[in-house]
C-alpha cells in the first residue's frame, strides 16, 4: 500500500508523541540489529538496508516521491550507496531494483511463471477486478487479444486522421491567441479527448468534462490508504468510479437498443455479443477494461509529449532535423490534407526523436513484479514473495548501452538495440497495448508541432512535479507558439 505523508504531518505526528517516539527509535534500533543477523544469513548477496520489517526505507522512499527531486532519486542514492544491484524494504515488502538488460529478460521472459505483477490495493480498486493490470493468466491471454484488434497498426489509420483534425485546430487557435499555454495541461487535455473519441465517439465537451473529472479523482485515488472514509482521497475516486461505470452502462444499453452506432473500440467490442464466449469480454471486462486504457494511455502519453517538446527546445539542432523531414512531408501533401499512416511511415528521424525522448523521459520509471517461487536472477538468490523492479531508467542510463546516455541523440538509433537495452514500452506478455497508439500519437504531436511552428519555454525550471509516480516537470512546460509563416 502506498500512503504519500508530507513531511510537516509526520513531523507534527512526532513531536506530538515524543515519548513514544524515543520509544520507538530504541525498539528500531535493537529490531534493525536483530533484522541485520537474520538476513545476513539469507539475503546477503544483494546488499542494501532493509530496516524495519514493516516500515523498512518507506520513509525515505516517501520523502524522495514528496520532493522536486522525484521518487527516482531513492533509488539513484541506494546505488550510489550499495552498488548497482541493491535491496531495500517498502510498504512491508523486499524489493530488489534489478539493474541489467539480463535480469530484465529473466523476468520479462518468465511473466506469469515465475514473475507477476502484484497491484496494491487502492490501485485494483481502481481499475477493476476484471481489468488487464488484475486478472490471472488464463483471462489475460483472452482479454488482451480481444482489446489488440483496435489498437494495431492498420486499425489506428482513422485514429490519426482524428487526432491531427483536432490538433491543427488546437494549435492554430493557441498560436492565434499569442499567449502563454501549459504543454502538459494540453497534452492531457488532448490525449484524453482523442482516446474517448477512439473509444466511445464521445465528443460532447461537457460530457468530456465530466468523465475527465472522474477519472483523475479515480486516478489520484491509485494512491492511497483503501478505506471508504468520506472525503478521503480512496472514497472520492470509488464514488467517481461508481459513476463512470454507470455512464459505461447506459453507453453499452443505448448502442445495444440501435440507438447510436458509430466506427469505434466500443462498437467493434459489442459486435461480438453473438460469438462464443472465449471469443468476446463480459459487460464487466468491457466496462474495466476501457477505464484501464483511459488511465493507462493519458497521463503516460501526456508526460511524453511534455519532454519532447522540453528536450526538442534544448537542442535545437535536433530540432531543425526534425523540422526539416517533417515539412518535406508538408509539401508534398496537398495543401490541408490530414496525415495518414503512410506519411507517419516516413518520418524516420520523426520516430527517432519519439525513442530518443521516451528513452531518456522515461515516463513508466520500473516495472513491478511480485516473484512466486525461490529463484535466480543472475547470480542473485531471489526469495518467493520479494518483489523485483526491472529498473527501465537504469537500463535506458547505462553507459555501457547507450554511449553518452545524457546526451539527447536520436541519430543513436541509427544502430539496432540489443535485445531489452530498450524497454520504454516494457516486453513480453504484458508489453504496452497502446504501443503502435502512443507512437503515432506521438509522431503527429510533433509534425504539426515542429512543421507548423517554432516555439518559446517560458519557464526553465527542473524541478519535478512533487508525488507524481511519472516523472512530469511541475511547471507543465510554458510555452508561446509563433506560426511559422507569420517569422519575420
Ligand atoms: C508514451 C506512452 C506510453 C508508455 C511509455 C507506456 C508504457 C507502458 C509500459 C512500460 C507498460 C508495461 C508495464 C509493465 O510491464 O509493468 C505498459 C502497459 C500497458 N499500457 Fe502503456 N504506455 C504508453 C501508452 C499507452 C496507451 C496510449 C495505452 C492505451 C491505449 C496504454 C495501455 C497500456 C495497457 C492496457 C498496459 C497493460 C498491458 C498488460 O498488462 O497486458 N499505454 N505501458
Redesign the pocket.
Known sequence: MIIIWNMEEVYLLVTANYDKALALLLSWVVLSFLTKKIMRKSTDTIPGHLGLPLIGETFSFLSCANSTKGCYDFVRLRRLWHGNWFKTRLFGKVHVFVPSVVGAKTI?TNEFKLFN?CLVKSMADAVGKKS??CVPVES?KRI?RLLSGP?SMESLSEFVQKFDKLLCSRFKKLSEDGKSFVVLEFSMKISFDA?CEMLMSITDESLLAKIEQDSTAISSAMISIPVMIPGTRYYKGMKARERLMKLFEELIAGRRMGKENHDDFLQSMLERDSFPDDEKLDDTELMDNML??IL??QT??AA?MMWSVKLLDENIEVQNMLREEQLMILRKKPRGDLLCLEDLNKMSYGLKVVKET?RMSN??LW??RVVTQDCKIQEFEIKKGWHVDVD?THIHYDPELYKNPLQFNPSRFDEIQKPYSY????SG???????N??KV??LVFLHRLTSGYKWTVNDHDLSLEKKSHIPRLKSGVPITLTALKDES
Open positions: 520479462l505483477k488487464l493490470l489475460h488482451r489498437f482516446m484501464t486504457l493507462a494511455g503516460t502519453t511524453a521516451l515516463v513508466l516495472f513491478p527501465a524497454i520504454p514500452f516494457g506478455p504484458r508489453t504496452c497495448l497502446g504501443i497508439m502512443a500519437t506521438m
